[in-house]
T-cell receptor, first 113, second 108 residues
Framework: NAGVTQTPKFRILKIGQSMTLQCTQDMNHNYMYWYRQDPGMGLKLIYYSVGAGITDKGEVPNGYNVSRSTTEDFPLRLELAAPSQTSVYFC????????????FGPGTRLTVL | DAKTTQPPSMDCAEGRAANLPCNHSTISGNEYVYWYRQIHSQGPQYIIHGLKNNETNEMASLIITEDRKSSTLILPHATLRDTAVYYCIVQKGSRLTFGEGTQLTVNP
């Protein structure tokens, strides 16, 4: 199993540009998550999904959109990039059980200039 | 979710036990205590979790006080590769709420 994969690893955007961060998992996990991590801080939840076709907001959803058309994929869309979205983005997945643990991808480092 | 309090940093000598404390005084009866760690800038890695009993696995031990208001993660023989930020998280349901964690530095 490759686990949770994220692309790209690094990206520089200009203010106002759009992009999609890709996340794929091959563990047949129902739950998927997107977090962002600013320097020296813990992770903050952006959006999550409990299964294909179902998404919900986390703590910091503004400026982002998600979709979940398949079990494997959970892309995160930035429509109008702003400097405040400069961060490292992590995707995670887990099975459905109440105590199942989250598996994290390697992250995407995004800079908005 | 209940809030957790951890010291911002700790040091440990290589080969010694590292004991990382966490306070979670507002934890409720059905909330689990989870520990994750993040090495450098990698994605967080699960270590261990528990509800009320002490737990042990190949990575660490988790000691939860009887009143469940605090816990300690024990790395029995810390190595340089254990240098990381350790997060104590009280989880209810499907979401994790990360604090700022404890930066553990293992020194040679």
């Amino acid at each position: 199993n490759a686990g949770v994969t994220q692309t790209p690893k690094f990206r520089i955007l200009k203010i106002g540009q759009s992009m999609t961060l890709q996340c794929t998992q091959d563990m047949n996990h129902n739950y998927m998550y997107w977090y962002r991590q600013d320097p020296g801080m813990g992770l903050k939840l952006i959006y999550y999904s409990v299964g294909a076709g179902i998404t919900d907001k986390g703590e910091v959803p503004n400026g982002y959109n998600v979709s979940r058309s398949t079990t494997e994929d959970f892309p995160l869309r930035l429509e109008l990039a702003a400097p405040s979205q400069t961060s490292v983005y992590f995707c995670a997945s887990r099975r459905q059980g109440a105590t199942d643990t989250q598996y994290f991808g390697p992250g995407t480092r995004l800079t908005v200039l | 979710d209940a809030k957790t309090t951890q010291p911002p940093s700790m040091d440990c000598a290589e080969g010694r036990a590292a004991n990382l404390p966490c306070n979670h005084s507002t934890i409720s009866g059905n909330e689990y205590v989870y520990w994750y760690r993040q090495i450098h800038s990698q994605g967080p890695q699960y270590i261990i979790h528990g509800l009320k009993n002490n737990e042990t696995n190949e990575m660490a031990s988790l000691i939860i006080t009887e009143d469940r208001k605090s816990s300690t993660l024990i790395l029995p023989h810390a190595t340089l590769r254990d240098t990381a930020v350790y997060y104590c998280i009280v989880q209810k349901g499907s979401r994790l709420t990360f604090g700022e964690g404890t930066q553990l530095t293992v020194n040679p």
